[in-house]
């Protein structure tokens, strides 16, 4: 996903700042579990959390909703940074 369809610049940084920062208070770097991906997971339901509070947060800053992909795209973008891994470049073509 090309973040740049849905968001702008200040959104993005918004974003991906609120991401980071609620990961880290949650510790979610720190979870010692596998990931089941069956949404029961302590993982997955902190995730489930993340994205509706962010929902809520952007709608209050930015008064408009958000695209949920985007939100989903941000929180693992979140991720990969707080693990020092840079994302992939964006592809230049949209399909």
């Not at 920062?21 to 949404?39: H, I, S, V």
């Not at 958000?66 to 941000?74: D, K, Q």
């Amino acid at each position: 996903m090309d973040w740049r369809q849905w968001l702008d610049v200040k959104q993005y940084e918004f974003l991906l700042h609120w991401f980071m920062r609620r990961q880290r208070e949650l510790k979610l770097a720190e979870l010692n579990e596998p990931l089941a991906y069956d949404g029961f997971s302590v993982y997955d339901q902190l995730c489930q959390q993340m994205l509706k509070d962010a929902g809520v947060a952007y709608l209050e800053r930015f008064s408009q909703v958000v695209v949920p992909i985007a939100l989903t795209n941000m929180l693992h973008l979140a991720e990969l940074e707080l693990a020092g891994r840079p994302p992939k470049p964006v592809s230049k073509s949209i399909h």
